[in-house]
């Protein structure tokens, strides 16, 4: 399981400082992000805070809105943009990297991956209101999602290969969850593959592109899918 493979991407791609120094340090990056963005509002728990940071952390992604921001976390809209402004400008490579993809697909008419998969997006110059807007945030999103969907699918072609060069050819890789693989082995075989598999997915991203945030992994075990979680 990739630990948050799309901030990550987003992080690489904005070259956003904050970001990335959260990432280098290890930090939970939705609890850094709960501090920059509403300081100390003492009519927050802390579960509530780092949850509502993470909504945004991963809104931003999505093109959020003020008003969908509002609906998500039952806040007015105001408050809702206030957060937006203050993530905005603490994290500002984000915004620059936003407005200058915004441009391009303007421009060209499409995004691209960090491997070079093209997204088209026509519906860029569409004269629907809605449709311009839908484009404008698949274009925000395209570039991230598709990155990572990149990885995983490097991940994988190598996993294999992998796992039979250190003697675990019976181990089954089963499915791809999002960004997530899930996998059938012996009980006594976990240690072994464990390192196999974390090696593999750490590593995925190079020699193609090298992330200026490592790649953090999950490895979770169990009898069932849900067990592992």
Known sequence: DYSQIELRVMAHLAEDPVLVESFLKG????????????????????????????????????????????????????????????????YRGVKAWIDRTLEEVKELGYVTTLYGRIRPIPEIHSKNHNL??????????????????????????????????????????????????????????????RKVIENVMVSAAEPSVKLDVPLGVDIGTGTSWGAAH
């Not at 920059?36 to 809104?59: C, D, L, S, T």
């Open 132 to 193: 311009r807007s839908f484009a404008a945030r698949t274009a925000i999103n395209a570039p991230i999602q598709g990155t990572s969907a990149d990885i995983i699918k490097r991940a994988m072609v190598r996993m294999m290969p992998a796992l039979e060069a250190a003697g675990l050819a019976h181990v089954q890789m089963l499915l791809q969850v999002h960004d997530e693989l899930v996998f059938e082995l012996p009980e006594s075989d976990v240690d072994a593959a």
């Open 27 to 90: 930090e939970d990056i939705h609890q850094r992000t709960a501090n920059e963005v509403f300081g100390m509002n003492a009519m927050m728990n802390p579960q509530e805070f780092r949850r509502h940071a993470k909504v945004i952390n991963f809104g931003i992604m999505y093109g959020l809105s003020a008003f969908g921001l509002a609906q998500s976390l039952k806040i007015d809209r105001s408050e809702a943009q206030q957060f937006i402004d203050n993530y905005f400008k603490k």
